[in-house]
């Protein structure tokens, strides 16, 4: 089995730390695995030397918020150098920007009716970072709101109840919802430039998520030098992945296979569970590219 698209507590919605991780991934008998950190790469020198002990080929990655004619990306970097001090200036400013955000943030949650415990938010965001997820999580364990009709669809048996953190987060604080506050990313020309810089490989993550009725755009990005595509994802449904399978394949690019696991904030999602079923093919497609060694 192959993740490669796991997130630790180095994510502001992240739970599990790298040794947790690895605990669970070997629980699951899967092989190869990444952790892609939200613009981080503080897990992986734990990571990859827990792996070694665990009988896990892991490979260093992160995932870059980007831009692209206006649309926000994630681009999976893999096989990037660590140790690159742009990757420690990349977290700093985009912490400092979402810090600054909180307090607009709290103003527009407060606009659709609600009134945001700032202290409780304070006791599960990590340096004083308010995710979308953190403002669900406290709203919908607030008793006051119980009966609140904009909750009523994330609650256990709604239809929007199977991962309702993560899906108050894309309704009200994605690009273009009324909570969404406005963080400067570098281009996608400058984020696949910094992991091919560092070595690595440009892969896009969970495309049917973020091009939702844009598809076409993916055939724009190719030129501009991504290696690959997450076809597989816990985000898509079997013809989201074959589509952006096939795309790969017309182009001459890497496709690869990500949960997107998270903990709690992503209930539904399952570490290494993503539909796909090109486990050999991808395995070869990472030794030939160099992200991970033949097995001995």
Same mark, same amino acid.
């Given at each position: 089995?192959?993740? !490669?698209?796991?997130?630790?507590?180095?994510? $502001?919605?992240?739970?599990?730390?790298?040794?947790?991780?690895?605990?669970?991934?070997?629980?699951?008998?899967?092989?190869?695995?990444?952790? &892609?950190?939200?613009?981080?790469?503080?897990?992986?020198?734990? &990571?990859?030397?827990?792996?070694? *002990?665990? /009988?896990?080929? +892991?490979?260093?990655?992160?995932?870059?918020?980007?831009? @692209?004619?206006?649309?926000?990306?994630?681009?999976?970097?893999?096989?990037?150098?660590?140790?690159?001090?742009?990757?420690?200036?990349?977290?700093?400013?985009?912490?400092? =920007?979402?810090?600054?955000?909180?307090?607009?943030?709290?103003? !527009?949650?407060?606009?659709?009716?609600?009134?945001?415990?700032?202290?409780?938010?304070?006791?599960?965001?990590?340096?004083?970072?308010?995710?979308?997820?953190?403002?669900?999580?406290?709203?919908?364990?607030?008793?006051?709101?119980? $009966?609140?009709?904009?909750?009523?669809?994330?609650?256990?048996?709604?239809?929007?109840?199977?991962?309702?953190?993560?899906?108050?987060?894309? /309704?009200?604080?994605?690009?273009?919802?009324?909570?969404?506050?406005?963080? $400067?990313?570098?281009?996608?020309?400058?984020?696949?430039? *910094?992991?091919? $810089?560092?070595? %690595?490989?440009? #892969?896009?993550?969970?495309?049917?998520?973020?091009? =939702? %009725?844009? @598809?076409?755009?993916?055939?724009?990005?190719?030129? !501009?030098?991504?290696?690959?595509?997450?076809?597989?994802?816990? +985000?898509?449904?079997?013809?989201?992945?074959? +589509?952006?399978? /096939?795309?790969?394949?017309?182009?001459?690019?890497?496709?690869?296979?990500?949960? /997107?696991?998270?903990?709690?904030?992503?209930?539904?999602?399952?570490?290494?569970?993503?539909?796909? =079923?090109? #486990?050999?093919?991808?395995?070869?497609?990472?030794?030939?590219?160099?992200?991970?060694?033949?097995?001995?």
């Amino acid at each position: 089995m192959i993740d !490669l698209h796991i997130h630790s507590h180095y994510s $502001d919605d992240g739970e599990y730390s790298p040794q947790e991780l690895l605990d669970i991934a070997r629980s699951k008998g899967i092989r190869i695995m990444a952790i &892609a950190d939200h613009n981080c790469v503080r897990a992986n020198r734990e &990571a990859s030397k827990l792996a070694e *002990l665990y /009988d896990i080929r +892991y490979i260093k990655a992160i995932e870059i918020d980007c831009d @692209f004619h206006g649309v926000k990306l994630h681009v999976l970097g893999y096989g990037v150098d660590d140790g690159d001090s742009r990757y420690q200036r990349l977290e700093e400013n985009i912490r400092k =920007q979402e810090i600054s955000n909180g307090k607009r943030k709290i103003e !527009l949650t407060e606009s659709l009716g609600f009134k945001v415990d700032q202290k409780k938010l304070d006791m599960i965001s990590k340096d004083g970072v308010y995710a979308g997820e953190h403002f669900a999580k406290v709203l919908l364990n607030d008793e006051q709101y119980l $009966d609140n009709e904009l909750l009523r669809p994330y609650r256990p048996g709604n239809e929007r109840g199977d991962n309702p953190y993560v899906n108050f987060f894309w /309704d009200y604080y994605a690009q273009g919802k009324p909570c969404y506050t406005k963080v $400067d990313y570098m281009s996608l020309e400058e984020c696949v430039g *910094l992991i091919h $810089d560092t070595g %690595g490989k440009a #892969i896009l993550a969970h495309p049917g998520n973020n091009l =939702q %009725g844009r @598809f076409e755009l993916f055939d724009m990005m190719v030129p !501009l030098g991504i290696d690959g595509v997450e076809a597989f994802s816990s +985000y898509h449904d079997l013809e989201t992945c074959l +589509y952006f399978k /096939d795309k790969a394949l017309a182009y001459g690019l890497i496709y690869t296979t990500g949960s /997107d696991f998270h903990g709690k904030t992503k209930p539904r999602i399952v570490m290494g569970q993503t539909m796909c =079923q090109d #486990i050999g093919y991808i395995e070869k497609e990472l030794i030939d590219n160099k992200l991970i060694p033949e097995e001995s």
